[in-house]
């Protein structure tokens, strides 16, 4: 079973940055799709970022709102994702999930809908005020 737990979030002013971790364990694969998802009070859930664990794709994948902003990146020998959150603005403020499923070829419409996960950490707040 794939259990998946995020870490990093917190209080920043506008402006500031935070990096999230997704630290995973019980790959049963080496093929895993890792999304960043985030959900605002009174919002539905939105995919905001997308990895592949395999070595051999380099493919990531943005929303547009974060684009430029946040990078998503990887550490297999950790086997932990990174959601790097730059010049954060107070929109960005949700609970920010990982997510993951079993897939070889990461694909960007899929990997931002919330249905293809099958697993998802506990999330972690991110509050962007002044």
């Known amino acids: 079973q794939l259990q998946l737990v995020e870490s990093g979030g917190g209080l920043v002013q506008p402006g500031g940055s935070l990096r999230l971790s997704c630290a995973a364990s019980g790959f049963t694969s080496d093929y895993y799709a890792i999304g960043w998802f985030r959900q605002a009070p009174g919002k539905e859930r939105e995919g905001v970022s997308c990895i592949s664990t395999s070595t051999s794709d380099p493919s990531t994948y943005y929303a547009d709102s974060v684009k430029g902003r946040f990078t998503i990146s990887r550490d297999n020998a950790k086997n932990t994702v990174y959601l790097q959150m730059n010049s954060l603005k107070p929109e960005d403020t949700a609970v920010y999930y990982c997510?993951?499923?079993?897939?070889?070829?990461?694909?960007?419409?899929?990997?931002?809908?919330?249905?293809?996960?099958?697993?998802w950490g506990q999330g972690t707040q991110v509050t962007v005020s002044s």
């Open positions: 997510a993951a499923y079993l897939t070889k070829l990461l694909v960007f419409r899929q990997c931002f809908r919330e249905g293809e996960y099958d697993y």
